[in-house]
Nanobody, 126 residues
Framework: VQLQASGGGLVQPGGSLRLSCAAD????????IGWFRQAPGKEREGVSF????????INVNSVKGRFTISRDNAKNTVYLQMNNLQPEDTAVYFC????????????????????WGQGTQVTVSS
């Protein structure tokens, strides 16, 4: 599957953005999708996850209550709605896909994912 991430940009603290991860070549519902981010000088970290054929979401503590991952099967696209953005959310955001369902302990592992999108920059600054 090929992934195309988009929707990043510059936003003020407290603002919102919606990132999109469009899948081409396979049905996104067949994959576990993860959103990761990488800030300058830091390691890539997992943010939000949605398992194959499930609707329960998993989020890292720092974004709980602010970020929501969702899937539109008709559009073959996964979204990351980000609200109340803060400067510490500034990073390049990547979507990634793993075949099938990942167990919880594997969700955060970069090596669990088979396909990656190209990344989209999110900058939160006043």
């Amino acid at each position: 599957v090929q992934l195309q991430a988009s929707g990043g940009g510059l936003v003020q603290p407290g603002g919102s953005l919606r990132l999109s991860c469009a899948a081409d070549g396979s049905t996104v519902n067949d994959y576990t999708i993860g959103w990761f981010r990488q800030a300058p000088g830091k390691e890539r970290e997992g943010v939000s996850f949605l398992r194959s054929r499930e609707y329960n979401t998993i989020n890292v503590n720092s974004v709980k209550g602010r970020f929501t991952i969702s899937r539109d099967n008709a559009k073959n696209t996964v979204y990351l709605q980000m609200n109340n953005l803060q400067p510490e959310d500034t990073a390049v955001y990547f979507c990634a896909a793993a075949r099938g369902r990942l167990i919880t302990s594997r969700l955060w592992a970069i090596g669990s994912y088979d396909f990656w999108g190209q990344g989209t920059q999110v900058t939160v600054s006043s």
